[in-house]
């Protein structure tokens, strides 16, 4: 079945510094990626939609230039938070569609804790 | 844009019973509708999933129903078990690879 890699799975980092986060389709072809962050006990809550080759597409209220992401093939799209500080300290996960009509895969996610 | 409500947020049964959990979503244009479940710290597992050309969907113990008039689908769990508790969320999306919206989450457990 269609498998997305993500690493790290958790990461600790000081405020004021930039972390990147990776998600790998390892057996499909993701067009597009879907970016999530999940706060302690609430739901997952769309950030973003990256496309291979073009600019991401924000939800509002996201920060484009805090939440830089980058979709440079069509097997890796990266998050990458600058600037970090502790209100960022939540569950990110990345998720793609293996077909236009399939199922959603997940990233296994990746904690970040800013301190 | 898609809106996903989800109820109860919390529920609470006794091991053998049923669980029943409801979602509305609000753009008719939506046509994939599947249920996860998600552990502390893990993704989320998709357990079922209806696309809007059929009312109701069966796997063993858990079934999902839809009705696109109301925009709204349920999912049903009979003989829950401990191991069922975790939290459950519902999500919509429309075709052609589209963003995926997701409900507010529903906090299931089995009491022994």
């Given at each position: 079945?269609?498998?997305?890699?993500?690493?790290?799975?958790?990461?600790?980092?000081?405020?004021?510094?930039?972390?990147?986060?990776?998600?790998?389709?390892?057996?499909?072809?993701?067009?597009?990626?879907f970016?999530?962050?999940?706060?302690?006990?609430?739901?997952?809550?769309?950030?973003?939609?990256?496309?291979?080759?073009?600019?991401?597409?924000?939800?509002?209220?996201?920060?484009?230039?805090?939440?830089?992401?980058?979709?440079?093939?069509?097997?890796?799209?990266?998050?990458?938070?600058?600037?970090?500080?502790?209100?960022?300290?939540?569950?990110?996960?990345?998720?793609?569609?293996?077909?236009?009509?399939?199922?959603?895969?997940?990233?296994?996610?990746?904690?970040?804790?800013?301190? | 844009?898609?809106?996903?409500?989800?109820?109860?947020?919390?529920?609470?049964?006794?091991?053998?019973?049923?669980?029943?959990?409801?979602?509305?979503?609000?753009?008719?244009?939506?046509?994939?509708?599947?249920?996860?479940?998600?552990?502390?710290?893990?993704?989320?597992?998709?357990?079922i999933?209806?696309?809007?050309n059929?009312?109701?969907?069966?796997?063993?113990?858990?079934?999902?129903?839809?009705?696109?008039t109301?925009?709204?689908?349920?999912?049903?769990?009979?003989?829950?078990?401990?191991?069922?508790?975790?939290?459950?969320?519902?999500?919509?999306?429309?075709?052609?690879?589209?963003?995926?919206?997701?409900?507010?989450?529903?906090?299931?457990?089995?009491?022994?």
């Open positions: 079945g269609a498998v997305v890699s993500q690493h790290p799975s958790w990461v600790i980092c000081k405020s004021g510094t930039s972390v990147k986060i990776e998600c790998r389709s390892l057996d499909f072809q993701a067009t597009t990626m970016w999530y962050r999940q706060f302690p006990k609430q739901s997952l809550m769309l950030m973003a939609t990256s496309n291979e080759g073009s600019k991401a597409t924000y939800e509002q209220g996201v920060e484009k230039d805090k939440f830089l992401i980058n979709h440079a093939s069509l097997t890796l799209s990266t998050l990458t938070v600058t600037s970090a500080h502790p209100e960022d300290s939540s569950f990110y996960i990345c998720s793609a569609r293996a077909t236009p009509e399939g199922g959603y895969t997940f990233g296994s996610g990746t904690r970040l804790t800013v301190v | 844009g898609e809106n996903v409500e989800q109820h109860p947020s919390t529920l609470s049964v006794q091991e053998g019973d049923s669980a029943v959990i409801k979602c509305t979503y609000s753009d008719s244009a939506s046509n994939y509708f599947p249920w996860y479940k998600q552990e502390l710290g893990k993704r989320p597992q998709l357990i999933d209806i696309r809007s059929v009312g109701e969907k069966k796997d063993q113990r858990i079934a999902v129903t839809l009705n696109k109301a925009k709204h689908f349920s999912l049903h769990i009979t003989e829950t078990q401990p191991e069922d508790s975790a939290v459950y969320f519902c999500a919509a999306a429309t075709g052609g690879g589209n963003k995926l919206t997701f409900g507010t989450g529903t906090q299931l457990k089995v009491e022994l």
